[in-house]
């Protein structure tokens, strides 16, 4: 069913716009990688769409844009088309627009600065939901994810840790069906840090206590935004978490995807302290519009084609 207007795609060109001119005016450079790579990713929640001999159409640009770090270019972004199988509904559409950016030299703590002043000036501030406003002003809210669980599912530290380590199942259960729709009555954006490190997919372990990794998450009216880290750069960890998600991967009856040996060797070569985020499009644009069903900012959704 198409639920596309005037105005949200008038609201959707204006949102790309002030992402655009958001980047420029801060120095990032703004960049093209390619959209069919020869490895996705490696993570179990993700499906890529397989382009017969020629590869995979891009689950996300970071494999790429991290080459680009490792080879001079500290301060870039890119606004590009996604794909991802099998993801459908208000909130999902199998191909999809992101905003993908990272500095080199900086902290998690400054992306997330970036990441604030971003969602603020896309929404002047606000997001208004039929009788609610959701307040988008910087600085944002945090919560660790330990605080999210026993605050909203009374589940202590030591068990959100096993089950991160241990029943991912049972981890991710638990926050869809009690947390989530928690974080939706939270009348301002607000991000989750403090990721278990078995969550930690291309994340850096924290220094000070490395059962937790430097991941954080957006979540503005219920809706996650975005996911961002602080990078890993070591090259023989991140070959041994492709390993282990490999496994993962088979041990689910899912596509197993080849490790993407280029990326490891621009981690060899010298990836600089690093960190990034994905932003979703859609979502950030649909938000701005007054809805959180980003059917109502794209011309054309799944079944419309």
Wanted: charged residues 30%.
């Amino acid at each position: 069913m198409r639920l596309v207007s005037a105005r949200g795609l008038e609201e959707r060109a204006r949102v790309l716009r002030t992402i655009r001119a958001f980047f420029d005016s801060r120095g990032f450079l703004e960049v093209e990688t390619p959209a069919v790579v020869p490895s996705p990713g490696m993570d179990v929640h993700l499906d890529a769409f397989e382009v017969r001999e020629e590869g995979f159409l891009i689950t996300s640009p970071e494999y790429q844009m991290k080459r680009l770090l490792a080879d001079g270019h500290e301060r870039i972004y890119q606004v590009c088309r996604c794909f991802r199988r099998g993801e459908v509904g208000p909130q999902h559409n199998p191909e999809f627009t992101m905003v993908e950016w990272y500095r080199a030299h900086r902290a998690m703590q400054d992306v997330m600065a970036d990441t604030e002043q971003l969602v603020s000036a896309v929404t002047g501030g606000r997001v208004a939901l039929d009788t609610r406003t959701i307040d988008t002003h910087p600085p944002f809210l945090r919560l660790t994810v330990c605080e999210a669980f026993e605050r909203y599912a009374g589940v202590a530290p030591h068990d959100v840790l096993a089950w991160a380590s241990e029943d991912e199942d049972r981890y991710f259960r638990t926050w869809v069906q009690h947390i989530e729709p928690r974080l939706a009555e939270v009348d301002r954006a607000l991000f989750v840090v403090d990721y278990p490190s078995p969550l930690a997919s291309l994340a850096r372990k924290k220094p000070a206590d490395p059962r937790f990794c430097e991941r954080f998450e957006l979540y503005v009216a219920g809706i996650e935004l975005c996911n961002g880290f602080g990078e890993l750069t070591d090259p023989d960890e991140q070959r041994q978490r492709f390993e282990r998600d490999q496994r993962e991967r088979a041990a689910r009856s899912l596509p197993v995807y080849p490790i993407d040996d280029k990326l490891l060797a621009a981690l060899e070569k010298g990836l600089p302290p690093c960190a990034g985020n994905a932003l979703g499009v859609d979502r950030l644009a649909a938000l701005a519009c007054g809805t959180t069903d980003i059917r109502h900012v794209l011309a054309f959704s799944k079944g419309d084609v």
